[in-house]
């Protein structure tokens, strides 16, 4: 009868032991973890920043079209093509039915200490439209005076 209850014990020992030394093994890929999106940038930032990277300059009267590039052009363009690598750039960033933003960048000027200028332009729409509602402008430096990136610091 000892035995009985021997034999009874040493299986269920045998089994509590070997259910404890097995491990759950999932078959199949490992969970990911859920994705997590970045938090969208302001519409208007981004390369160029926002108006407070700018010092405001007076927006021309009668800055008023049809295009907010040719808008643009006209009221802060180089009328001269210049000399030597002078570029000129127009860019609409951003245009929808309430607002455009416009930039404008003027690089390799023929001045001593100013490399280049860079405006930040918006526009409303007024009618069937765009008017010039507000600019600003940042300055890029020749070497050696100033910042040589976009700022709104004077060059020397």
């Known amino acids: 009868m000892f035995s009985k209850y021997l034999l009874s014990a040493l299986t269920a020992g045998a089994m509590a032991v070997s259910l404890t030394a097995c491990e759950f093994t999932a078959t199949g890929p490992e969970p990911t973890p859920p994705a997590t999106e ?12 926002d108006r ?4 405001e300059v007076d ?4 800055a008023v079209g049809d295009d907010p590039e040719a808008v643009a052009l006209d009221a802060f363009g180089s009328p001269d093509p210049g000399e030597g690598n002078f570029e000129e750039e127009v860019e609409v960033v951003e ?3 309430d607002a455009a933003l416009v930039v404008l960048t003027q690089t390799g000027l023929a001045d001593d200490s100013v490399n ?6 918006e526009f409303v729409p007024e009618g069937d439209q765009w008017r010039l509602d ?3 402008q940042q300055v890029r430096c020749q070497p050696g005076r100033g910042s040589e990136e976009w700022s709104t610091d004077l060059c020397s």
């Not at 938090?39 to 981004?46: C, L, M, R, S």
């Not at 407070?52 to 010092?55: A, D, I, L």
């Not at 280049?116 to 332009?121: A, F, S, V």
């Open 134 to 136: 507000w600019a600003g």
């Open 116 to 121: 280049g200028m860079r405006y930040r332009l």
């Open 59 to 62: 927006v021309p009267d009668n």
């Open 38 to 49: 970045a938090p969208a940038p302001p519409p208007d930032t981004g390369a160029i920043g």
């Open 52 to 55: 407070t990277e700018f010092n």
């Open 95 to 97: 245009q929808t039915d």
